[in-house]
């Protein structure tokens, strides 16, 4: 379950490389969705994500130090949503 009340998470910047991608997805029907993508991308370590319904795709900036990419393809996939 969600906090809504959990403070996002800050990439640290201490000697890391950050990372941004942008992931094209399937199976959004609505602005709900995005959020919900949002929400559950940002409860992992280090990660800021923001997800445009209108174009199906999540913009992802993270620390690969703390989170990795298949944690991040298994949250989106496990959510219900295909990564295209």
Not at 62 to 79: A, G, V
Request: with cysteine; aromatic share 8%; hydrophobic share 35%.
């Amino acid at each position: 379950m969600f906090n809504f009340f959990k403070p996002k998470s800050e990439p640290t910047t201490d000697n890391h490389e950050l990372t941004t991608l942008v992931l094209h997805l399937s199976g959004l029907h609505c602005s709900s969705c995005a959020v919900n993508i949002d929400l559950a991308l940002e409860d992992l370590p280090g990660v800021i994500a923001k997800t445009n319904y209108a174009k199906s795709e999540t913009r992802i900036t993270f620390d690969p130090s703390q989170t990795t990419l298949d944690q991040i393809h298994f949250t989106i996939r496990n959510l219900g949503y295909n990564i295209l």
